[in-house]
């Protein structure tokens, strides 16, 4: 049986048939109040379409990298691939950096960079009204005072701020941000930049979408393969810093 928990909540793999007469024995198991299966995700606001199979609430607090995250599973979306990667960009943090966090979610990144770094502001877009109100939760949850949660369109809002560091931890049409979040950066600032590519365009596609985004020069820090994300298909992310 392919699953994975979060918080007191068991995701089964979609693409699995179950006997669904010992949910309740299994859900025993994992010590968890419900078990779902997530059977899409829609758009750009990264909404779930989900099945629940065992139990009724689908609300949690989740526990990584000593970070909480408080989420409800049918409104909001949860990468477990991606627990390494969180904690990488925490870690590359410098002290009073300025970061922008496109595409953030509930705070995917920004409250690990939060706990686990000194950055002096973090501002944080997230387009969705559902992860928006656990963003501002999670930020209490924490206890945390350096995080600006943002309502709306990354596209329209980042070109208001600069920064020393940006994430784009979105993988669907994130080239499309590129040139927006480029713009914003302040000389020698790093982005972290996410897509899905064929294992054989990689770096190439990756690459060439930058380059078509800018006439700044920049370096290439890091190239990194988070998880396969389709059959030949890799989830993938590029640290590149401009000049």
């Known amino acids: 049986m392919k699953w994975k928990k979060i918080g007191n909540i068991l995701i089964l793999d979609k693409n699995n048939n179950y006997n669904y007469n010992n949910l309740k024995q299994i859900a025993q198991k994992h010590h968890v109040k419900t078990i779902i299966k997530i059977n899409k995700i829609h758009g750009n606001k990264r909404q779930p379409q989900i099945q629940i199979l065992y139990g009724e609430d689908t609300q949690t607090i989740h526990k990584e990298n000593k970070c909480l995250f408080k989420l409800d599973l049918s409104q909001v979306m949860w990468s477990k691939g991606n627990t390494n990667e ?13 970061i922008i966090d496109m595409f953030a979610g509930i705070g995917y990144f920004s409250i690990p960079i939060a706990v686990h770094a000194n950055p002096q502001k973090i501002h944080s877009i997230e387009i969705n009204p559902n992860s928006y109100k656990y963003l501002k939760e999670n930020i209490k949850l924490n206890k945390i005072n350096n995080i600006n949660p943002i309502l709306g369109d990354c596209k329209e809002i980042t070109p208001h701020y600069k920064a020393d560091r940006i994430i784009m931890g979105y993988i669907k049409t994130t080239h499309h941000y590129l040139k927006t979040a480029i713009n914003s950066l302040n000389k020698n600032g790093t982005i972290h930049y996410h897509e899905t590519a064929p294992e054989k365009l990689i770096p190439t596609r990756p690459l060439n979408r930058i380059k078509k985004s800018t006439n700044r020069k920049f370096k290439i820090l890091n190239i990194q393969k988070i998880k396969k994300y389709s059959p030949g298909i890799y989830h993938i992310v590029i640290d590149a810093q401009f000049d």
């Open 86 to 98: 969180r904690l990488r960009i925490a870690q590359l943090v410098k002290d009073n950096e300025t």
